[in-house]
């Protein structure tokens, strides 16, 4: 039985569908995304699961008990939120021991676990100080220290990282994802940063339009996207528009480029309409490597971003983008010049139209 | 330049006349500059019973309008902000009414029975403090929701949720010390508004500052300035409290947006 069940939920506000039966089983000890765009209903679903919002129906079970209609604070699950929501009038130790105050614990419970707690997210110096005397970083790290203490048996995690630096988001996100696997907590963490999504998770639930695109793990949904969606909102995608040639061995045509495609032709019949889809890094100049497709292509544009430079190539009418990694002896093409470039026919993925 | 002079002018419309007023209330005794008025003042019989009587009446009407203000000004912001226009207006009607209108109203209204109110002066008294409570409504709705939507209302409320806080933790723990000064800002004003009121006091019969102060102006001479002086100074030390509860307060809560 899974430990938290979010089963055919759906979600109406008004007239307007936000989320449009849910289906999801998490296990115990499992770090599951929300990932998708604004309005997707990934944080409604969030909020559903803390009991911020109930449900139109469908079922929320936990640990085997029904917690569809339960008052959020009848709820034992930990919530993060991305304007970290410090007690303002409290100080670290305060904030963090406030749940087990609510709780009635003993002070010396409380002041174990808010040692504890303030040592697992290395602020001890701190402890003493008022929320406005903390950097971002350290506010969220008080948030996740507050949430954890009352032993929850979720952590939700609503955008917990938005606010904070490119940096600091970096460094925090291992941090959240370290001390989730230490103490083995099911956490549910939702973001529209597919970075994030991808680096944190042991599960990626992509939303759009209050649906569920694809569930799978972060390998599964970058390299396996089931959907158009998908393939376009996690990682850069080359498209174009090209036509089923040859359904049986996967062959599709783009601009009379033709283009060999391990999977998702399935089904589909000679002349279909449909999208190519190509990740950058797939593609390289064939005198790298030799693969099953092997086009001419026209240097258009390079781009130096750092640990990776991005060719621009014009492979019939339409302009791809290739990503090379960088190192300081790389010979790069001139631009204007003719090259042939390659991709596995497993890098090619075939989409509706 | 200009602006130095738009300050001066501003300053002697204020300062010329209170000064006059604290050089009258000096000029008890004869030919000589003390504190004589300040002296009588204070032990004047009716004084001290009217100034107590002021005092429990704000008192009480504080702690009613915070009573109902501060439950209605939270769940406005927390449930339904698109009643808070209707709330405003409700709140801004003492502003609209005279009180000579909403006296007389009042009387009309609770000297019959089922509502017979006026009958004896305590039950006038608390009439005229719930009259207070309606007057108050304006600056204390205003001080509290400036309060509330100075703080993120709905997420400390979830947050203090989801660590099992029930509505009164919230309400006690979280939400009042964060808005402590738009609190007592609210009350403040309300004190000086009660502190100083006149015209329902005087015609619902009520011993207080207000009917007291009009009394003295018709009889003494230097009384009255002093007393000008003392309720100046009352009013001014609430300012100064709020200001002084209220800067370390306001640098808390900006830096933990």
């Known amino acids: 039985m899974p430990y938290l069940s979010i089963s055919h939920v759906t979600k109406q506000f008004g007239d307007a569908v936000v989320v449009d039966d849910f289906n999801l089983d998490i296990e115990k000890g499992e770090f599951v995304s929300f990932l998708g765009p604004s309005g997707c209903g990934k944080t409604t679903t969030l909020r559903m699961v803390a009991g911020f919002e109930i449900p139109t129906s469908g079922k929320i079970m936990l640990d085997g008990a029904d917690i569809t209609d339960k008052a959020p604070n009848q709820r034992n699950v930990g919530m993060i939120f991305q304007s970290y929501a410090l007690f303002p009038n409290m100080t670290v130790a305060q904030n963090i021991g406030f749940g087990l105050r609510v709780r009635k614990e003993p002070e010396a419970t409380i002041k174990q676990r808010v040692e504890e707690m303030v040592s697992l997210i290395n602020l001890e110096k701190h402890a003493n100080k008022y929320p406005y005397q903390l950097s971002g970083g350290q506010q969220q790290r008080v948030s996740l220290a507050r949430a954890l203490a009352i032993h929850p048996q979720v952590l939700l995690l609503d955008e917990p990282l938005s606010a904070l630096d490119a940096k600091i988001r970096i460094s925090l996100r291992s941090e959240i994802r370290a001390i989730q696997k230490k103490l083995g907590i099911t956490a549910i963490f939702v973001t529209h940063d597919q970075e994030e999504a991808l680096s944190i998770s042991d599960r990626i639930v992509v939303m759009n339009t209050g649906v569920m695109e694809q569930v799978g793990t ?108 960088n190192n300081p002896f790389l010979e790069l093409p001139a631009l204007g010049s003719k090259e042939q470039v390659t991709c596995s026919k497993e890098a090619v993925l075939v989409l509706d139209e | 330049m200009v602006s130095g002079l738009i300050f001066l002018v501003i300053s002697l419309y204020f300062l010329v006349p209170l000064g006059a007023t604290f050089y009258w209330s000096l000029r008890g005794e ?94 006038s008294r608390v009439l005229l403090i719930c009259v207070y409570v ?58 000086a508004i009660v502190i100083g009121e006149l015209t329902i006091a005087l015609y619902m019969a009520q011993h207080t500052l207000g ?47």
């Open chain 1, 218 to 325: 972060p390998f599964e949904i970058y390299n396996f996207p089931k959907t158009r969606f998908v393939a376009n909102f996690v990682g850069s995608l080359n498209t174009a528009d090209a036509e089923v040639v040859d359904p049986a061995n996967g062959l599709v045509s783009m601009d009379g480029v033709q283009f060999e495609s391990a999977e998702g032709t399935e089904g589909r019949k000679k002349g279909d309409k449909v999208k190519i889809a190509i990740r950058p890094e797939r593609l390289s100049f064939a005198a790298d490597q030799k693969k099953a497709n092997v086009v001419d292509a026209t240097i258009e544009n390079i781009t130096f971003l750092g640990s990776v430079v991005r060719i621009q190539v014009k492979i019939g009418n339409t302009k791809f983008n290739m990503d090379t990694f």
């Open chain 2, 30 to 123: 004869k030919d000589v500059l003390g504190l004589e008025a300040y002296r009588k003042l204070f032990a004047d019989t009716n004084f001290l019973p009217a100034f107590s009587e002021s005092i429990i009446n704000a008192v009480a009407t504080i702690l009613l309008s915070l009573l109902i203000v501060v439950p209605t000004a939270y769940w406005v912001t927390l449930r339904l902000p698109k009643l808070r226009p209707i709330v405003e207006f409700i709140t801004l009607l003492p502003f609209v009414i005279p009180a000579i209108v909403l006296v007389f109203g009042i009387i009309r209204l609770y000297s019959r029975p089922p509502l017979l109110l006026t009958a004896t002066y305590d039950s």
């Open chain 2, 134 to 191: 309606a007057l108050s409504f304006p600056y204390m709705f205003r001080s509290v929701d400036n309060g509330l939507r100075a703080i993120d209302v709905r997420t400390l409320t979830e947050a203090a949720q989801s660590l099992g806080a029930n509505w009164g933790t919230i309400l006690f723990r979280v939400i009042f010390p964060n808005i402590r000064v738009a609190l007592l800002s609210g009350a403040l004003l309300t004190f």
């Open chain 2, 211 to 257: 009917p007291y102060m009009a009394n003295l102006t018709r009889s003494k001479v230097y009384e009255p300035s002093a007393m000008a002086i003392v309720a100046f100074a009352i009013t001014w030390a609430a300012m100064g409290i709020i200001d002084f509860i209220g800067r370390g307060s306001s640098k808390r809560i900006a830096n933990t947006e």
